[in-house]
Structure formats: C-alpha cells, structure tokens
C-alpha cells in the first residue's frame, strides 16, 4: 500500500502536491504504487472526501495507477461486489487521515467502517463475501497463499520500487542502484516460484493477487534493463497471463490502468 504521499507510485503519490514530489518517496517503504493526479469528477466521484453524504456499500479510495489498488480492485470485480471507486491520493489531510491511519492508499469504506491496507482488505472481502472464494478453504492452502503474496510484496515488489522513478516518473535511478536491485529482484522470484504452482494460477486453481504486482515488476525492468525479468524467472508466465487476462476482470483492471497512466504522464509534460 502506499504511505501517505509523495510516491504513489507507481506509485503512491504523484507530483500533485501533498507535500513532496514523487522522486522523493521514491523507492522507500510504503510508498510504491503508482497514483496519479486527481481526476475530473465523473460518475463515481462527483464528491469529496469531506463532503459525501453515506457511502455506499464499499467505496474504493485510490488510484488506478496503483498495483495495491488494482489488487484489491481485481478481487471485488472478481467476487462480484458491488462498489464505487473514488479517486484519491495520499494525504495527510485530517479527513484522509480519519479513514487511512497514514494517509495511504488504497483504503475502503464500507457500512461498518473504514479498512486500509490491501491484504487486510482482501481478506475482510473473503469473510464477508464467501460465495465466490478467491482463497481455498484448507486452512494450509489458504496461508499458502498468503505466504506466496507477502513474499511477492515484502521481497520482490518493494525491491523493485527503487526502479520506478526512473521506469515510470521520467527521474533517474544511478547505475549502482540498478546494479544491486538486479539479482536481489532475481533471488525474489526464484523464491517465488519454490512457492507458485501455476495451475493455472499462481496457487494452483485458486485466484491470487498476484497478477497486478508481477505485470508492473515486468514492465519496470524491462524499461530498465530491457529484459522482463518477470519472464525470464518464470517460464509459465505466459500462459499465466493468458489465462489472466481472458478474465473480465482483469481486462477492466488493466483498461483503467492504462488510462490513469496515460492521463498522469500527459499531466507531467510541459
């Protein structure tokens, strides 16, 4: 999830102001996904956070350009849940603060409260909307899973954040920082599949949310060492993908992000 500001990342924050510019958040904990600047007021976000009447059911703050958003995104179009997506960046405003601890992204409302932090959300969405399980019900193979995510988000994502400033935010990222994210990028996916099945998903025939943070760790390497190295430790990336993106879901997911990410890089020019 992202921290409060300045990096959304890809991330977390956007040059928007909140109160640093992106380059300087870059790569730090809690700062890497992608959020862009604040979009015009559409059919979901007519209102802000300090004036909207109830909420509805769930509402998802965030962004699209985000991995953690679209992670948790990914699960309520894939359960089924009805909700609303409300464009926000990290803040330390006082009404932000009131339903994100830190000011990050992403975050919920729903009719109990708020929720931040991707995973607990995944799996407050789980237990309160178990008719379509996107974990097993084992106990084992469902903290498998967990395993396999936190392991993907602690030892490769975060690790791969170093890169987005440069990849994605048209800042620099020195040599020797390049040269030591490498193999360490490298050593978290062999991790990763001692743990993966990809049958077809990436804990064997259950839906993980690995999906947003494996596509945008690929695309940031391949922009910086010209080498998806997603694809290159993974050989059922592909069929992976294939599989993933047939989904619905996951179309809509990385319609919208290529949107954002359009709409933030057209914001950053001159």
Known sequence: MFLSLPFFIVIRQASLPISNSIPAMAG????????????????????????????????????????????????????????REERTIPS??????????????????TDRGCLSE??????YLEDTHPEKPLYPADPYARAKCRELIQHLE??????????????????????????????????????????ARFSPYV????????????????????RIYGEDLVAAQIPALADYLAV????????KVAADRAQALETFVGARKP
């Open 203 to 222: 804990c064997s025939d259950n839906f993980c949310a690995a999906w947003p943070h494996l596509t945008l760790i690929g695309l940031a390497t391949s």
């Open 244 to 251: 993933m993106t047939a989904r619905s879901a996951a179309q």
């Open 118 to 123: 991707s995973q607990a959300i995944l799996e």
């Open 154 to 195: 602690l030892n490769v994502e975060l690790i791969a954040r170093r890169l987005y400033l440069e990849a994605f935010f048209g800042g620099k990222v020195s040599e020797e920082t390049k040269a030591e994210v490498r193999p360490k990028i490298e050593a978290g996916l062999k991790g990763l599949m001692r743990l």
């Open 28 to 83: 730090k904990p809690g700062y890497g996904n992608l959020a862009g600047p604040p979009s015009p007021p559409s059919a979901y976000n007519r209102r802000s956070i300090h004036d909207r009447e109830a909420p509805p059911m769930v509402t998802l703050y965030g962004s699209a350009i985000s991995n953690y958003y679209n992670k948790v995104k990914l699960a309520l179009l894939e359960k089924g849940i009805e909700f």
């Open 92 to 109: 330390q405003d006082a009404a932000v603060l009131a339903k994100s601890p830190l000011g990050k992204i992403p975050f919920i409302e």
